[in-house]
């Protein structure tokens, strides 16, 4: 216990310097908010107070010896107030304070500070220090002149005393014979040299006490006044050998622990225990710990706590946790107690070292797998809540803050039905105060967002176990998305992307329950629309622009024939559309008609206007078929027959039809083999000048003649060509096998003007890249461009006539003709034609055959050929079969004629002798076809 008088002058309750200065032992206080003027100071050892009162406490001191003075301090003090406060006062704490900090400053500051002296009268010394003396085991004696003046307990109850008190009497009286006679005369010598004596008492039961005896002068009694002490041998050697039998139990306590050991005196190891020894000094040599300072080997972070402070840390008896190192430079955590020793040398401690680096790397560890689970948990992708057996959230990881939208500390006061609503069929609460959770795995639930927004969930629900107590883990999974997705997945699988319509399978699946409607008796309708010019579409403004046509064109379609029928898209440009409960008659024709005039209307889109087209094929059932699959085969397959018609927009399904698109099917399956085997063959029809009668040229005709079908007709297999885009490998083929045959003609001795026309399909003007093409067909056969006139139909010129004008320009600026194939059969207006880079008009046969006999006929020949006359263009007429036809068309100055009349188309073999037949003579030079159509250029321009 520490007897230092404290006074502590604080206006708040200073609970925590209170509680330091009872762990430092100190329990003489007085706390009082204001400082007393009339206090006895001489008697206080530390004045402890508040910065406020710094200033009155510091003037009642100035001219006076003042005891320790301390000052508390608040956060945030200036310093310049910090400095003054430093000067004037022994310590200052800063709030708030380590504890352990203000202890060890307190107890170095009392230890310098002696105790005030009290006014303690000299009778309460006496009584205190006879009280000291009669706790004594030892004899205690004092003899002035060898009469003994004071016995303590300890001699009364031990001496002889049968003949009364031992006070008054000789000391030789009290001794045993045998020391009797020069006890008294040796006491002077053996205060002297401080010696001890072997003396011999009379005890009470008249037997020998052997006593040590040692004796000292009392100065300021009497003279010849003494103090003896005799210790009983006998007693003194019985506990030396417990002693001893002690020491050696406890050194081997201390050699055997596995704790660190240590004594230390004055700073410097004096005994290490062999544990000790083995984790510090790991080269095992013996007594390299002994004489080395103890801060030597604790580390440097901590040596400020130990150097100089072992005594307070003893008095404070507290476990100290540190960090020491051994001699290799080795870390190790332990946990530090310092004790007095009773030893003559000065500042000596036992200083115990429990090593619990192995517990630290185990709570370490254990830490860290708790935070790494922690963090698993936090960052796990689904919810996962914590909750008592009643329900009540306990833990809310992060994913659950997102999903829930409520922060983690909220969610902890709230019970799980707040969050989560089950399903009816969900039975994991009961209706009653008391919830029952069960567990479940992976069941719906709809989560509420405290926003109020509802969340598909899926819950998981596990119950656990930790001793008596239940507690339940739910796992809950965000499936709003996967929800929305396995329900556009559903969607798609019976809708188009792209236009959001019904796809084939959900329209064959349409058309298989009413088909398997027995009760059905009215007719139901399927229209096949296929879209056209969709491929020029693409070509000219990309995939992008087709896919807003398609969707632009299912809107229209909705808005047109889907109320009460199903619209769907089967594919590519082709819609189908379910019209139930019709008869096949006014009605279907009027929803084709409707359809045709609403998709043939311009579509505008992003700035561009779009034209595009369709052709329908109707199927009806029950009358054409019963079977989904066949409805909208023969549906499709009128569909292509009205495309093979130039005027025709829809077609009902026939049953020739079917015989038709076999007969397709087998013609495009051999038409792919053609090429290779050599089945296709290039025709040529000559051109006579009508004016001379001599060849002026040809036009080069494909034929195909099949080793097992024998000659098939052109007009059989090229719409197939154009369909399938076979047309495009075709036509270059007979491009080159013309120019060719025709280079090879001028070569042999024909005429150098002679001109073979080649004729382009639609599909080959949609080709951005045909002037190339024919440019590098003339190059590689050496045919000069003046020698090459291409024919192109009025139908295949007009769908696109913009991309139709760029690619003529682009063959006339190569030096190419180019001619307008069965003219006068078309839509092309004369504004259009006068546009049109063109050189030749083609006059269709259909208005030569009965010319010489229909007064219509022959105006029209005659009105083409002043228009072409006046356009300065070169004039052919088609299909002269008979002398009449020849007569009237050079009666019009008609410049070309073609026909059966001058020559079948024939092989180039066979063509040969034909080029000798009409030879023309070698001074032919006034023909009247042969003016320059590029010098009427400026007439024509519009």
Not at 615 to 635: E, M, R
Request: aromatic share 6%; net charge negative.
């Amino acid at each position: 216990m520490n007897q230092h008088n404290v006074i502590l002058i604080d206006q708040s309750e200073p609970s925590d310097i209170v509680i330091c200065l009872q762990e430092i032992g100190i329990v003489n206080f007085k706390i009082t908010p204001t400082l007393d003027i009339d206090s006895d100071f001489s008697k206080i050892d530390l004045i402890i107070v508040d910065a406020q009162l710094t200033e009155e406490c510091l003037d009642l001191f100035d001219n006076t010896a003042r005891p320790a003075l301390v000052t508390i301090a608040p956060k945030g003090i200036s310093y310049d107030q910090f400095s003054f406060l430093a000067e004037e006062f022994d310590e200052v704490f800063i709030r708030p304070f380590d504890p352990y900090f203000v202890k060890l400053r307190l107890s170095n500051l009392l230890k310098t500070k002696p105790l005030a002296r009290t006014a303690w009268s000299q009778n309460k010394q006496d009584a205190h220090y006879k009280k000291l003396l009669d706790l004594s085991r030892d004899i205690i004696l004092t003899v002035t002149n060898g009469v003994v003046t004071y016995a303590n307990k300890t001699a009364l109850n031990t001496l002889d005393i049968s003949q009364g008190t031992l006070i008054g009497k000789r000391l030789s009286h009290i001794a045993h014979n045998d020391c009797a006679q020069f006890i008294e005369e040796s006491l002077p010598e053996l205060a002297e040299t401080q010696d001890r004596q072997q003396v011999q008492f009379k005890g009470k039961k008249n037997d020998k006490i052997h006593a040590l005896l040692t004796v000292t002068p009392i100065p300021d009694e009497c003279p010849n006044t003494y103090l003896l002490q005799a210790i009983d041998h006998l007693e003194q050697k019985s506990a030396l050998e417990t002693l001893l039998q002690r020491e050696r139990q406890y050194k081997s306590l201390v050699e055997m622990s596995s704790n660190l050991i240590f004594i230390v005196s004055d700073g410097v190891i004096i005994y290490a225990n062999p544990s000790s020894e083995e984790k510090l000094n790991n080269d095992r040599q013996k007594g390299t710990l002994i004489g080395r300072p103890l801060a030597s080997i604790v580390d440097i972070d901590y040596v400020s706590i130990i150097d100089g402070s072992l005594g307070e840390l003893a008095e404070m008896n507290e476990r100290l946790p540190l960090k020491i190192h051994s001699l290799d430079g080795t870390l190790l955590d332990v946990v530090l107690r310092v004790a007095h020793m009773n030893s003559e040398l000065n500042e000596t401690y036992l200083i115990e070292a429990v090593d619990v680096s192995k517990q630290k790397r185990s709570a370490e560890a254990l830490l860290e797998r708790e935070e790494r689970l922690s963090g698993i948990v936090d960052n796990a992708p689904d919810a996962i809540i914590s909750m008592d057996e009643q329900g009540n959230i306990e833990s809310f990881n992060n994913s659950a803050v997102k999903i829930f939208g409520l922060a983690s500390d909220d969610a902890i006061q709230k019970n799980l039905l707040d969050l989560v609503r089950f399903d009816k069929d969900l039975d994991n609460f009961t209706k009653n105060e008391e919830i029952l959770l069960k567990d479940c795995s992976a069941k719906e639930a709809v989560g509420l967002h405290i926003s109020g927004k509802e969340i598909n969930i899926d819950l998981s629900i596990k119950s656990m176990h930790f001793g008596e107590q239940k507690s339940y883990i739910a796992i809950i999974r965000d499936v709003t998305l996967q929800k929305r997705d396995h329900e556009e997945l559903a969607f798609l699988a019976n809708h188009d992307p792209l236009t959001k319509l019904p796809n084939s399978h959900f329209l064959l699946k349409t058309l298989e329950r009413i088909t398997e409607d027995k009760s059905q008796t009215c007719v139901c309708c399927v229209l096949f629309i296929t879209l056209e010019r969709l491929n020029r579409v693409n070509d000219l403004f990309g995939h992008q622009m087709v896919d807003q046509v398609l969707s632009a064109v299912a809107i229209r379609l909705n808005e047109t024939i889907g109320h009460n029928n199903i619209i769907g898209r089967w594919g590519g440009g082709k819609f189908v559309a379910i019209i139930d409960d019709l008869s096949r008659g006014h009605s279907t024709k009027e929803i084709c008609e409707s359809v045709i005039t609403t998709l043939s209307q311009s579509f505008f889109i992003e700035d561009n206007e779009i034209v595009i087209g369709c052709k329908i094929g109707v199927s009806c059932y029950p009358i054409d078929c019963d079977n989904p699959s066949s409805l909208v085969k023969n549906a499709g397959m009128a569909a292509f027959a009205a495309r093979q018609e130039e005027n025709t927009h829809y077609l009902f399904y026939t049953k020739a039809m079917e015989a038709e698109a076999e007969e397709r099917d087998m013609l495009e399956r051999e038409l792919r083999l053609a090429l290779e085997h050599d089945q296709l063959q290039v025709y040529y029809q000559p051109k006579i000048d009508l004016s001379t009668g001599h060849i002026r040229g040809m036009e080069a005709l494909i034929r195909w003649i099949h080793p097992d079908l024998g000659f098939i007709s052109p007009a059989k297999f090229i719409p197939i060509a154009e369909e399938t885009g076979q047309i495009i490998t075709i036509g270059e083929w007979v491009l080159r096998r013309s120019c060719y045959d025709t280079q090879n003609w001028i070569t042999q001795g024909a005429s150098r003007h002679l001109k073979v026309a080649v004729n382009l399909s639609g599909r080959q003007l949609d080709e951005e890249k045909l002037p190339q093409t024919i440019q590098d067909i003339l190059e590689e056969t050496g045919l000069h461009p003046t020698n090459l006139e291409l024919e192109v139909t009025e139908s295949s010129l007009m769908r696109d006539i913009d991309q139709g004008m760029r690619i003529l320009k682009s063959l006339r600026d190569l030096g190419i003709t180019t001619a307008i194939d069965d003219f006068g059969t078309g839509y092309s207006s004369l504004s259009y034609l006068r546009r049109i880079p063109l050189d030749t008009l083609k006059i269709d046969q259909s208005f030569v055959r009965n010319l010489h006999v229909d007064p219509d006929d022959a105006a029209i020949a005659r009105t083409i050929m002043d228009m072409a006359d006046n356009m300065g263009l070169t004039v052919v007429a088609e299909g002269i079969e008979i002398e009449e036809h020849e007569t009237f068309l050079q009666s019009i100055h008609c410049h070309i004629g073609q026909g059966y009349y001058y020559s079948k188309p024939v092989p180039a073999i066979e063509f040969d002798k034909l080029l000798t037949t009409f030879s023309p003579p070698k001074s032919l030079n006034n023909r009247r076809a042969g003016k320059d159509r590029r010098a009427q250029e400026d007439r024509r321009k519009p």
